[in-house]
Structure formats: structure tokens, C-alpha cells
């Protein structure tokens, strides 16, 4: 009897090396950036991705379309509406109607955001420098953005509507 599924070629598959490597990305990433944001939350009652956020509009004059914003994330339009709205209501961030052509919104970083920021920033830097930049030699972790550079291009050129960098 003919198979009901359709034949397909066989997938490249990783070899042992690779695979160990994989999966060391995965589960190393995940730890990290749960523990990057444990320490924010713990320290000073905010996420990783409320400190991301208040970074981009930092780096944006303090102001920066919520479009822009989720892309530059690389978050859904939804998800980071809801976390502008808690952070709204939290008094970090305010949203108005952008001042470039009266139809968009954008996220705006309040006086309190960018004092947190400020204060928050430190323990951030110290967590990544504790549990990433100061474990591997300079050549590995240059290696290591290179690649992931080389990923982001690659996944991003498949978006070219987005504002991603």
C-alpha cells in the first residue's frame, strides 16, 4: 500500500558535532537569558523585555513608532502593545501619536523610564558580562557575533518590510 504522505528528500541531517553544538545554543541561550531576566525582576521589578524596550527608545531620542519598536524586538506588533500598556500604566512610557505623519503611535520613554534605565543598566551589563562575555576568550566571543550576525542577516533579509537593525 502506497503511503497516505507525500515523498520527500532526505534532510541534511546534523552530524554528532553539530548537534552538540545546536543544542548547546539552545539550552545556553534559554538559561541565560531566563537568568538575565531573573535578576531584573528580582533587583528591580522589571523584565528583560520592559530593559530592552527602554534601551530602543534610549537609542531613539527617547521616542520611537510602535511598528519600529516590535521590529526592532522582533516581537509581534501585539505582544509589544501589551507590554507598552503595562509599562504605560507603570508611568515608564507614554504612547502618542506620531509626530511624523499623525496616523501612527509612538512609544515615548518618561522622565521615571529613563531614570530606571539608568539605575537598571549596570545590572544588566554585569549579568552579561557574568554568565557570557567574561567565560569565553575575545576571539570566541567575536566568533560568536559573527555567526550570530551572519543568522540575523540571513532571517532578516526574509522580512524586508521590518526595521530590524
Do not use: C
Not at 530593559?51 to 519600529?68: F, K, N, Q, T
Not at 509599562?87 to 531614570?115: F, I, Q, W
Request: proline share 4%; no cysteine; charged share 30%.
Amino acid at each position: 500500500m502506497a503511503s497516505p504522505f507525500p515523498t520527500r528528500p532526505e534532510p541534511r541531517w546534523l552530524d554528532a558535532d553539530q548537534q552538540v553544538a545546536w543544542r548547546a545554543l539552545v539550552l545556553g541561550s534559554t538559561l541565560l537569558f531566563d537568568r538575565l531576566d531573573e535578576d531584573l525582576r528580582r533587583n528591580h521589578g522589571i523584565s528583560l523585555v520592559d530593559y530592552e524596550i527602554l534601551v530602543r527608545l534610549s537609542e531613539s531620542d527617547g521616542r520611537m513608532r510602535m511598528a519600529r519598536l516590535a521590529d526592532s524586538l522582533a516581537h509581534s506588533r501585539s505582544r509589544v502593545t501589551h507590554t507598552v500598556k503595562r509599562m504605560e500604566d507603570a508611568g515608564l512610557v507614554k504612547r502618542e501619536v506620531s509626530a511624523d505623519d499623525g496616523r501612527g503611535v509612538s512609544a515615548v520613554m518618561t522622565e521615571r523610564g529613563r531614570l530606571l534605565l539608568e539605575n537598571v543598566a549596570p545590572t544588566h551589563v554585569e549579568g552579561v558580562r557574568e554568565h557570557l562575555v567574561d567565560l569565553v576568550d575575545a576571539e570566541d566571543f567575536a566568533a560568536m557575533g559573527r555567526v550570530l550576525n551572519a543568522v540575523a542577516d540571513h532571517l532578516i533579509e526574509a522580512h524586508p518590510d521590518r526595521e530590524m537593525r
